[in-house]
C-alpha cells in the first residue's frame, strides 16, 4: 500500500468506509492496542489514535506501535492533533481541528508526503481545506454525541451542501451508530468515523462487521 500524497495521488475515499477514532474511555479490560486488534480484523478501513491527555513521549510510544499494527492490516494510521507524536510514530497522516494549528503550518512541517485531514463545519471551511492541500474532512458533529459536549449538530441538508461543495473525501463524525448510520444515505459521505459505537462495545469485532455493513448502503 502506498499512502505517499503526491501531486497526482489522492487519499484514497475508500480509506474513509469505516474509520475509527481511538478513546481510551472505553479500554476497559483490554489494552487500546488489543481494542484496535480487534477493530482492524473485523473491517476498520482507517485508524486515527486520539489523545488529549497523555504525556508526549508515551504517546509517541504508544503511536509507534500502533502504527506498526495499522501497517501489518494495510490500514493508514493518523494521529490526532499532534504534528511531533506524527513525524515520530511515521504516521501516515495526521488529524486536525479548526482551532488547532493552521492547515498551511501543518503541511510545511510534515511536509507533502504526510496525509492532513481535517474537521469541516461549514462550506467555507470545506472549500479553503480543499483549496489548500487538505487530503479528507470530516464533518461533524452530524448527530449528538458524548465524546464533545460543546459541538452544534450539523443537519443533513448542511452535510449534503457541504459535500456537494469538495471533491476530496469526506467521513461524517459524531454520535454515529448503528441505529443512526443510514440516516446518514444520500448525503454524499465517503464513510463514517464511530469512536464509542466501536470501542465502547462489549464485543468490538461483532460491532465493527455491523458498522462495516451497514456503511456499504451509504452511498
Same mark, same amino acid.
Given at each position: ?18 474509520? +475509527? @477514532? ?13 481494542? /484496535? ?8 478501513? =482507517? ?9 508526549? +513521549? ?6 509507534? #506501535?500502533? =502504527?506498526?499494527? =495499522?501497517?501489518?492490516?494495510?490500514? &493508514? ?5 499532534? @504534528?511531533? @507524536? ?55 458533529? @452530524? ?10 449538530? /450539523? &443537519?443533513?441538508? #448542511?452535510?449534503?451542501? /457541504? =459535500?456537494?461543495?469538495?471533491?476530496? &473525501? ?26 464509542? +459505537?466501536?470501542?465502547?462495545? #462489549? ?11 451497514? +456503511?456499504?448502503?451509504?452511498?
Amino acid at each position: 500500500m502506498n499512502l505517499k500524497r503526491g501531486q497526482d495521488i489522492r487519499f484514497d475515499k475508500k480509506y474513509m468506509h469505516l474509520y +475509527a @477514532v481511538t478513546d481510551r474511555a472505553w479500554t476497559g479490560n483490554k489494552t487500546l492496542y488489543e481494542q /484496535i486488534k480487534e477493530a482492524l480484523e473485523n473491517g476498520v478501513t =482507517c485508524v486515527q489514535l486520539r489523545e488529549k491527555n497523555l504525556d508526549e +513521549a508515551i504517546f509517541i510510544e504508544e503511536a509507534k #506501535k500502533i =502504527c506498526v499494527l =495499522c501497517r501489518q492490516y494495510n490500514t &493508514p494510521f493518523i494521529v490526532n492533533d499532534n @504534528v511531533n @507524536v506524527a513525524i515520530a510514530s511515521n504516521a501516515d497522516g495526521i488529524h486536525i481541528g479548526q482551532d488547532d494549528m493552521g492547515l498551511k503550518d501543518v503541511r510545511k512541517i510534515v511536509g507533502e508526503n504526510m496525509i492532513i485531514g481535517i474537521s469541516a463545519h461549514t462550506v467555507e471551511e470545506a472549500k479553503f481545506a480543499q483549496e489548500n492541500g487538505a487530503d479528507y474532512i470530516g464533518i461533524g458533529a @452530524v448527530f449528538e454525541t458524548s465524546t464533545k459536549n460543546d459541538v452544534d449538530v /450539523i &443537519p443533513y441538508e #448542511k452535510v449534503k451542501s /457541504i =459535500c456537494d461543495a469538495v471533491d476530496i &473525501p469526506k467521513v461524517a463524525i459524531g454520535g454515529i451508530n448503528a441505529e443512526n448510520i443510514l440516516k446518514l444515505k444520500g448525503s454524499g459521505i465517503d464513510g463514517v468515523a464511530v469512536v464509542s +459505537a466501536i470501542f465502547g462495545a #462489549k464485543d468490538i469485532g461483532k460491532a465493527t462487521k455491523e458498522l462495516y455493513t451497514l +456503511a456499504n448502503n451509504l452511498i
